[in-house]
């Protein structure tokens, strides 16, 4: 089983900066592709980001892009840099892992968190 953990979620003004951070514990030979995901109120889970095992490969949603990194600096950490956040970028951002090599899928995706609260002030 594998254990993930999400931080970093914070109100945060709008053309702010913030980062995410993602811990997965436990099965850790079973992680691949780490990813991340957000929900807004009344809204679809949605994909932001995702990050391959070895991090030389990303993905990201055309909402974001240009404007949030995903990283990660060993098998089991992942990041979310997200600048010039926007009002529609609030939501709870959940991290997940899975023994994908890379998706945009969330249904490919085996371990979630429990979600950070991102609140973005216009």
């Known amino acids: 089983q594998v254990h993930v953990v999400e931080s970093g979620g914070r109100l945060v003004q709008a053309g702010g900066s913030l980062r995410l951070s993602c811990i997965a514990s436990g099965r850790i030979a079973s992680i691949y592709a780490m990813g991340w995901f957000r929900q807004a109120p009344g809204k679809k889970r949605e994909f932001v980001a995702a990050?391959?095992?070895?991090?030389?490969?990303m993905e990201y949603a055309d909402s974001v892009k240009g404007r949030f990194t995903i990283s990660r600096d060993n098998r089991v950490t992942a990041y979310l840099q997200m600048n010039k956040v926007k009002p529609d970028d609030a939501a709870v951002y959940f991290c997940?892992?899975?023994?994908?090599?890379?998706?945009?899928?969330?249904?490919?995706?085996?371990?979630w968190g429990q979600g950070t609260q991102v609140t973005v002030s216009s």
């Open positions: 997940a892992a899975g023994g994908i090599l890379l998706s945009a899928q969330d249904f490919e995706y085996d371990y």
């Open positions: 990050i391959s095992r070895n991090g030389e490969a």
